[in-house]
């Protein structure tokens, strides 16, 4: 479905941050945005739900993507963290341009939220990885920009993988060693680099094979637009990945469905996480 079905006209960061900001008197402590399946955090405390056609003037049309922003507190005391949640998100595939799949993140830095975690649910290239596990975004590779359009993919596979290891990275990764510590049902977490793909199709083989070359350990097709908007800002964003399957040579790819029956199961463990991390903040 293209951007111009929608009403977005004059729904720019600053329209839709006064939109939040009407609801909402607290600048939130974190975001967190949710990819494909994933549920967390579904038990803030006085949520407030808007909808993203009211915020931003356009839906998701991906199964897996809600489309709303939750806001609440994550316990109940009154100073406890205020968080907002954006279940689902917008992606080149589904025809829109770069400022419409930009939009929330612009908008979530114009109003002044701190911290952003992205969530993605991505193939796992790396065959030591397991369906269901949880890796935290250290590097990514960008084959999605529309730059390449005019530029081709010469120039993004002859690119080193671009860092964004940071502060927050550390911590998700800290945290997770001690969820791990106290309960050995918490899978160890992940680590490593994340490739960016324009999609809607899932990668073939030869493709697989490429980017195992160049050394990613995951791909999937958002979340490096959000890190590139959010870089040099002062919201600082970290990213992580949950591995719906793995491609390997004797096993049948999954599809759309098992990557949101993956996701589920994932977000049990992912719920825990972002309550530790947001308590810590």
């Known amino acids: 479905m293209k951007t111009e079905s929608w009403n977005i006209e004059g729904k720019s960061a600053a329209s839709a941050v006064g939109v939040l900001k009407a609801v909402c008197k607290r600048i939130p402590d974190a975001a967190v945005v949710l990819g494909s399946g994933v ?43 205020l968080v907002a949640v954006l279940r689902g998100r917008f992606h080149l595939y589904e025809g829109h341009d770069w400022p419409v799949v930009t939009l929330p993140a612009r908008v979530l830095i114009e109003w002044g939220v701190p911290k952003l975690f992205l969530t993605n649910a991505a193939g796992g290239l790396n065959k030591t990885f397991h369906v269901g596990d949880l890796m935290v975004l250290t590097g990514y590779r960008d084959f999605l920009n529309p730059k390449l359009k005019e530029t081709g993919l010469v120039p993004a596979l002859m690119s080193e993988t671009e860092n964004c290891a940071n502060d927050l990275t550390a911590s998700l990764l800290e945290i997770g060693k001690k969820l791990t510590a106290a309960d050995k049902s918490f899978v160890p977490m992940q680590q ?90």
């Open 39 to 81: 549920n967390v955090l579904m038990d803030l405390h006085d949520p407030v739900a808007l909808p993203f056609e009211e915020v931003f003037g356009i839906a998701p049309t991906i199964a897996g993507h809600a489309g709303s922003m939750v806001i609440g507190r994550l316990k109940e005391d009154k100073d406890s963290p």
């Open 192 to 281: 490593g680099t994340y490739a960016a793909c324009l999609g809607p199709s899932y990668e073939t083989m030869a493709e697989i094979e490429m980017l195992r070359r160049l050394q990613a350990d995951a791909v999937g097709m958002s979340t490096v637009p959000e890190l590139l908007t959010t870089a040099g800002t002062h919201t600082q964003s970290a990213a992580i990945s949950v591995v719906t399957n793995v491609w390997k040579e004797d096993e049948p790819m999954g599809g759309h469905e098992e990557v949101l029956e993956a996701s589920k199961q994932a977000s049990l463990r992912l719920d825990k996480l972002f309550h530790a991390i947001l308590t810590a903040l």
